[in-house]
T-cell receptor, first 116, second 115 residues
Framework: EPEVTQTPSHQVTQMGQEVILRCVPISNHLYFYWYRQILGQKVEFLVSFYNNEISEKSEIFDDQFSVERPDGSNFTLKIRSTKLEDSAMYFC??????????????FGPGTRLTVT | AQSVTQPDIHITVSEGASLELRCNYSYGATPYLFWYVQSPGQGLQLLLKYFSGDTLVQGIKGFEAEFKRSQSSFNLRKPSVHWSDAAEYFCAVGAKGGATNKLIFGTGTLLAVQP
């Protein structure tokens, strides 16, 4: 069964450093997402990406964040200068366009980011 | 704005007992509704979904959920819980017909299963 994969599973970084979180969405999916979950809080939407551009972003997704699809398989989230409050589990998801398929999002196992 | 409430943060049931996890949503029109499960160290796995039609939907692992428009609820049920069901369960809503396809999640319910 196809699945979304994410690397690394755990990333520890110092405040102010740049991090790149990597995702490989399901191969025939065209919509990609990043969500995050701060410990003890709900899963929150960050950004959606389609046709090589951001289709929607949340208030959380400020200038410190960027996304990219550098090739035909990877989808990345970059945080330019990490803050302590960026510590969270980051989930990548993918779906197909077209009506209800858009909402049936498949999630990866997550990357736990710890900023010290 | 859409929102999802899961009133129970933590539930403990005995193995073999029935289970109901509550979910209430706020949305002006008929939403798309989902239940996801997250086992320790794992990602979010889709258990079941409601888009339209029959209000009782069946999912994987023996779970079902019922959409009740009058109560704005989408409660998850299982007639007999297994120890392997211990996990965190998230209800989510999608804004049907809206300009966004993001999912809005509840805070989750952590299920513990005792022997």
């Amino acid at each position: 069964e196809p699945e979304v994969t994410q690397t690394p599973s755990h990333q520890v970084t110092q405040m102010g450093q740049e991090v790149i979180l990597r995702c490989v969405p399901i191969s025939n999916h065209l919509y990609f997402y990043w969500y995050r979950q701060i410990l003890g809080q709900k899963v929150e939407f960050l950004v959606s990406f389609y046709n090589n551009e951001i289709s929607e972003k949340s208030e959380i997704f400020d200038d410190q964040f960027s996304v990219e699809r550098p090739d035909g398989s990877n989808f990345t989230l970059k945080i330019r200068s990490t803050k302590l409050e960026d510590s969270a589990m980051y989930f990548c998801a993918s779906s197909n366009p077209g009506g209800i398929n858009l909402y049936e999002q498949y999630f990866g196992p997550g990357t736990r980011l710890t900023v010290t | 704005a859409q929102s999802v409430t899961q009133p129970d943060i933590h539930i403990t049931v005995s193995e073999g007992a029935s289970l109901e996890l509550r979910c209430n949503y706020s949305y002006g029109a008929t939403p798309y509704l989902f239940w996801y499960v997250q086992s320790p160290g794992q990602g979010l796995q889709l258990l079941l979904k409601y888009f339209s039609g029959d209000t009782l939907v069946q999912g994987i692992k023996g779970f079902e959920a019922e959409f009740k428009r009058s109560q704005s609820s989408f409660n998850l049920r299982k007639p007999s819980v297994h120890w392997s069901d211990a996990a965190e369960y998230f209800c989510a809503v999608g804004a049907k017909g809206g300009a966004t396809n993001k999912l809005i999640f509840g805070t989750g319910t952590l299920l513990a299963v005792q022997p």
